[in-house]
């Protein structure tokens, strides 16, 4: 079982590397045997989790790149392959959501600017997954071999209240993870992704825990309607994402959502 999940051999770029999750996810490719690029804007974060990973016992190094930007994910890639050989597995962990996305309680869906909903778009489908998926994905394409895993949200299954440019762009992540599935599943390249539930990081902290750590009204009404009855920490996706990347234990498995959300989607009312 050691040798079916085994990454040695394997490199991983991941995207979004410098912060709470990705970084979880860098440290669970490394510690499975992948060498790890951090891809990312942050160079102070992104080599503290180099730091980590090599006190650690593993290799990785920081690249910088605006996942924004296709000549500087071109860049990125190139970086990656002169450090490291090759690039096996991709994670697409860059995203966010913007206030101008988002309907604040009594806003007016109608009011809300397209320069919003764009950005919001740019954030989450653009830099999170199209883009990447181009440059990263070419190389695999022609190497006949590699792993995609795009990070989707438990919005893109269930539209959340307020951020209804988060939620669509999320859900369209999903959507074209399953086109570039079918798309490359002759090629040798596996195009999944993983759904977190609740997980608190820098972008959403305060909306779900006050200062003092207890629970926000939202983020309590987020832990009653999950079975769990608590959030997600980061090391808890290192199963899915160490599955999804390995070439041997999930060689059959391509188009698919893994959901990691202590049971939140699983309740209706």
């Not at 939202?218 to 994402?241: C, D, K, N, W």
């Amino acid at each position: 079982m050691s040798d079916l999940f085994s990454l040695k051999g394997e490199t991983a770029a991941v995207l979004g590397g410098t912060g709470v999750l990705g970084g979880g996810m860098a440290d669970a490719l490394a510690e499975a045997g992948a060498k790890v690029a951090i891809v990312g804007r942050s160079e102070e974060r992104g080599l503290q989790r180099v730091r980590a990973i090599e006190k650690a016992g593993g290799q990785a190094i920081f690249v910088s790149a605006d996942a924004l930007n296709r000549d500087s994910l071109a860049n990125a890639r190139d970086a990656v392959i002169k450090a490291f050989g090759s690039v096996t597995v991709l994670i697409n962990g860059a995203g966010g959501n913007k206030p101008e996305g988002t309907i604040a309680p009594g806003g007016d869906f109608c009011k809300m600017s397209l320069q919003g909903w764009e950005d919001v778009f740019d954030l989450n489908l653009i830099g999170g997954a199209l883009l990447p998926c181009q440059v990263f994905g070419e190389t695999m394409v022609a190497a006949g071999k590699g792993s995609i895993i795009n990070i989707a949200s438990i919005s893109s299954i269930l539209p959340l209240s307020r951020v209804v440019a988060y939620s669509a762009s999320k859900a369209a992540v999903l959507n074209l993870t399953q086109w570039l599935a079918r798309e490359w599943a002759t090629k040798g390249v596996r195009v999944n992704a993983i759904t977190p539930g609740f997980f608190p990081a820098e972008q959403n902290r305060r909306m779900l825990l006050k200062e003092d750590g207890t629970y926000t009204e939202r983020g309590q009404s987020i832990i009653g309607h999950t079975p769990m009855a608590r959030f997600g920490e980061a090391r808890e996706l290192a199963g899915a994402v160490v599955w999804l990347a390995s070439p041997k234990a999930a060689s059959f498995v391509t188009g698919q959502n893994i959901v990691v959300d202590g049971g939140f989607s699983s309740v209706t009312i």
